[in-house]
DNA sequence: TGAATATAGTTAGGAAGCTAACTAATGATT
DNA sequence: AATCATTAGTTAGCTTCCTAACTATATTCA
């Protein structure tokens, strides 16, 4: 690999999608922000989505919590990074974690009386906090964010169920 | 805390910033379709912004390498993360690590050529993959998207660094 | 019914991110 | 010049995410 090769690569490089690196900035950015904010709590980012998870499960009157697959599934996190945050929530004794009656070997899992107090404590306060983030986009521009954001969600969905399909049914390569 | 109340909060509960939601949802998606596309070439997406910084500083004709806090502060990732990511690259044989001569703290960081090989391999393909991740997009909802996330991200660097002023000079709480 | 298959969850092991606390070297101040 | 403060990088220890492999329970179907 001559050195004028790599000139030559160099200067006919493109901007390399710049929507792509934007993504991968703010996604950072908005990590460093989000997280501090959730850390007054004493919990975190992901810890915050179980326990949001769980509530409005209660709101849909799932009295006896969820299964851990279910939480999986609703936040796009395989079981075993749930199973971790989970035991992390039981710890601090905000989630509970006990066997179906139905089926022995699902793991209901839902609110404390003290999980359910600090979701309403967050609550108060999150509806400003992520306006706050977001008060850089105009509300039309919001929406227009959404918009392409979901799009671009969905196609990504798409490569990957693709992707997967293709891992189990051809075996590998 | 009344059943009751929680009834009526989850009433008036509005759909809470949906870009908000999108925004996480896209980040792990676009994570999970991205990293098994690099792990075909045996790295990380991380170590790939690394081996992709060290070329673009040659590209620039520093030669000797960049200082490990230089790519801390371009990736947007903090020192001892970039330690890490380092380490491994080092560990395979892709990267070298070298004090430098003006500084004796500093550590010069740069591509071996074993590393410039697999870079110049990766980039024969990489503006392909970047496009079909963004083929949901038409050009100018791309543009768009880049737009609105240049802007959202700029506003996540103000809340941030005014964070960090705030601990620095008022020391803690 | 009994064997094969599928599903729920956990464990093991690894990468990446963070903060806080440390070492070593440089720079500034008196 | 000697001390004090700052800067570069690493280490320690934590959380989150992943895949692969495992256990235990359900389900299917022959």
């Known amino acids: 690999m001559s050195v004028t090769k790599a000139r030559s690569q160099a200067r006919s490089e493109k901007p390399v999608e710049p929507a792509y690196r934007a993504l991968i900035r703010t996604m950072g950015l908005l990590r460093r922000v ?3 904010y959730f850390a007054k709590y004493g919990i975190s980012a992901s810890q915050w989505s179980v326990l949001r998870a769980l509530n409005r499960a209660e709101q849909e ?4 919590g969820i299964r851990l697959t279910d939480l999986s ?3 796009l996190v395989r079981p075993p990074s ?3 945050t989970v035991d992390r929530l ?3 004794g905000l989630v509970s974690r006990a066997a179906s009656r139905t089926d ?3 793991k209901m899992v839902r609110l404390t009386f003290t999980g359910r107090q600090l979701v309403h404590r967050v609550r108060a306060s999150h509806a400003a906090r992520v306006q706050s983030v977001l ?6 521009e919001q929406r227009q964010l959404h918009y392409l954001l979901d799009r671009l969600g969905d196609h990504l969905e798409e490569l990957n169920d693709s992707a997967n399909s293709r891992a189990h049914h051809n075996g590998h390569k």
């Open 61 to 64: 009157d799932r009295l006896k």
């Open 34 to 36: 989000m997280e501090p």
């Open 82 to 84: 749930v199973t971790g």
């Open 73 to 75: 599934d609703r936040l």
């Open 104 to 106: 022995q070997r699902a």
């Open 135 to 140: 008060a850089a986009l105009r509300r039309d």
């Open 90 to 92: 039981e710890r601090t």
